[in-house]
């Protein structure tokens, strides 16, 4: 028997969706995907494909009108509802060849398959940061650190946000790669934390920004 479909929460729904966490309230708020595709019981939580649905549904709003985006997404639900596989499907799983993400309209035929391919990008970004970060309550009280580490992700974060300079992060932590730093990244969108990062200062308080000034473009005249 194949698995259930997972639903994710809120801030994974709309990093999956390329959309704000504002606007994947919105899709409960205002009805905007077929209930199928969305809870709401503890916490609201979407199938990695209704995340990929309203993406397409934001996305065209200039294109078509809200009735006809709902429409085209109930027509996908629908069909795609009498599939024996339909779980994996729910789940942005590895896509069956013989599916159809077009639909007909009156006048036009639209595909939505631009919309799903770039959710199952994003889902694979999740999945890999997913791998690379790990939190352990045995491990550093339970902070998100890279995998096989004990350091935590936000330290690198946001000493890079703050200037530090890539090289001498690397120099600190030799295991870093790009990869690791998207991935960190990705894991802090995907994982929000109440309350602000711990500063540079309090963990490397021998290290210095190169500059805090702030370039503000000439007003105009």
């Known amino acids: 028997m194949a698995a259930l479909a997972t639903f994710v929460p809120t801030a994974e729904a709309a990093f999956i969706a390329g959309l704000s966490a504002r606007d994947m309230n919105r899709v409960v708020d205002e009805h905007i995907l077929p209930d199928v595709l969305v809870r709401s019981g503890d916490g609201r939580s979407f199938a990695r494909l209704g995340a990929a649905f309203a993406g397409f ?3 065209t709003e200039r294109q078509f009108v809200a009735n006809l985006r709902r429409e085209i997404l109930r027509k996908l639900t629908l069909r795609l509802e009498l599939r024996a596989d339909k779980d994996l499907v729910f789940d942005l799983a590895p896509m069956p060849r013989d599916l159809d993400w077009c639909v007909d309209v009156p006048n036009a035929r639209i595909d939505v398959t631009a919309f799903i391919r770039a959710a199952l990008e994003r889902v694979r970004k999740v999945e890999r940061a997913n791998s690379l970060v790990r939190e352990d309550p045995e491990v550093m009280g339970g902070l998100a650190v ?13 000493s890079l946000d703050r200037g530090i300079d890539k090289r001498r ?4 932590y030799p295991f870093l790669t790009d990869e690791h730093i998207e991935a960190a990244r990705v894991y802090i969108k995907v994982h929000p ?22 370039v503000r473009s000439a007003a105009k005249a």
């Open 57 to 59: 549904y934001f996305s």
């Open 193 to 214: 934390k109440r309350g602000r990062p711990r500063r540079m200062s309090e963990t490397h308080p021998n290290w210095k920004l190169k500059s805090s000034r702030v």
């Open 169 to 172: 992060m690397v120099a600190s």
């Open 146 to 158: 890279f995998s096989g580490t004990r350091v935590p992700i936000e330290i690198v974060v946001a």
